[in-house]
């Protein structure tokens, strides 16, 4: 079966960097457009950034353009999102996500997706 799984969440200060992963297996990962998401608590889930089946176009919610970079090894089946500059409001459950590439959905919208991960934690302490 499809599954998505993150890894690389963690507590860090104002200012810190983190890096997340998210490895795919049971799909065939060049089909698939992948995402970020995250949920800060009491809150819906937020469109971070997006990648296409090719790496070739990215895409960043204004909330994290310039901050964060989103790539992807289609070798090894991964997404990586690369934060910096990370503030308080960047706290969150991240979860990366898989839509079909052919699919016409928008890709900020997370009912456009078909598989999620199970989501990492990300905590910016001030």
């Known amino acids: 079966q499809v599954q998505l799984v993150e890894s690389g969440g963690g507590l860090v200060q104002t200012g810190g960097s983190l890096r997340l992963s998210c490895a795919a297996s049971?799909?065939?990962?060049?089909?698939?457009?992948m995402a970020w998401f995250r949920q800060a608590p009491g809150l819906e889930r937020e469109f971070v950034g997006n990648?296409?089946?090719?790496?070739?176009?990215?895409h960043y919610a204004d909330s994290v353009k310039g901050r964060f970079t989103i790539s992807r090894d289609n070798a090894k089946n991964t997404v990586t999102l690369q934060m910096s500059s990370l503030k308080v409001e960047d706290t969150a459950v991240y979860y990366c996500?898989?839509?079909?590439?052919?699919?016409?959905?928008?890709?900020?919208?997370?009912?456009?997706?078909?598989?999620w991960g199970q989501g990492t934690q990300v905590t910016v302490s001030s």
């Open positions: 049971g799909l065939t990962f060049m089909t698939y457009d």
């Open positions: 990648i296409i089946w090719s790496g070739g176009i990215v």
């Open positions: 996500a898989a839509k079909n590439r052919w699919s016409e959905d928008v890709r900020d919208m997370p009912n456009s997706y078909n598989y």
